[in-house]
């Protein structure tokens, strides 16, 4: 499964093969060499692109979790404007990206094992980003007039965000985004768990 494309089809193919790499062996024991002899294309022009290793884990790390933003908006029925059911949706399609993907799931379980500051600073911060874009997406167009009217809705809101990310970041340290069919349900009924909860003290 393809999953990092470019308009450059060159730079496709290493992304492709970087991803394989560094999903295989983690960013300090992958290796260039066999990147560009995976990909067919020579190191000069992997580091014309890229101009080193650190920058192609860094925008391969980026572009998986572009591929996991997409792949949940796609998947949410943004029609049904029920804030909960939607992340309940999001929670099904951000499972169902780990259980379909045993590569993901160990590019992102290889990168706790980085030493390098400078990786480790970026990818907390690519991460968060992408967690504000998603939040700030499923809580486009909802309905507020769900909400009782005696509650600060904005307030709501932030509780909801800030609970649901614990949740999925708890889980995430736990079991360092593998997924079997337990770990699955573990965190499918934890995030069910707030939203009906949620669902009793800020619905009407």
């Known amino acids: 499964m393809s999953l990092l494309i470019d308009n450059d089809s060159r730079k496709s193919k290493i992304l492709e093969a970087s991803f ?3 999903s ?3 960013y300090k024991k992958a290796s260039t060499n066999q990147i ?3 990909a067919g294309v020579s190191k000069g022009l992997l580091f014309h692109y890229y101009g080193n290793k650190k920058q192609l884990y860094l925008t391969v790390y980026s572009k998986v979790l572009d591929y996991i933003f997409n792949h949940i908006v796609e998947t949410v029925n943004f029609a049904d404007q029920d804030l909960l059911s939607r992340l309940e949706d999001a929670t099904y399609a951000y499972i169902e ?3 379909s993907n045993e590569k ?3 590019l992102l379980a290889n990168n706790r094992l980085v ?3 400078q990786i480790l600073k970026k990818t907390r911060i690519d991460v968060e980003q992408y967690q504000s874009k998603a939040f700030r997406k499923l809580f486009q167009k909802i309905d507020y007039f769900l909400f009782n009217e005696r509650i600060d809705v904005n307030n709501s809101l932030d509780v909801i965000k ?3 990310t614990r949740v999925i970041n708890d889980w995430s340290d736990s079991h360092d985004f593998k997924l079997n069919d337990e770990n699955c349900d573990e965190l499918s009924e ?3 768990v707030y939203l009906d909860l949620f669902r009793t003290a800020f619905y009407k």
């Open 115 to 117: 030493t390098d500051d």
């Open 104 to 106: 993901l799931s160990n």
């Open 97 to 99: 990206i780990f259980r």
């Open 190 to 192: 934890n995030v069910n």
């Open 162 to 164: 800030w609970t649901i």
């Open 24 to 26: 295989k062996k983690g």
């Open 36 to 38: 560009v002899r995976s």
């Open 20 to 22: 394989n790499e560094f």
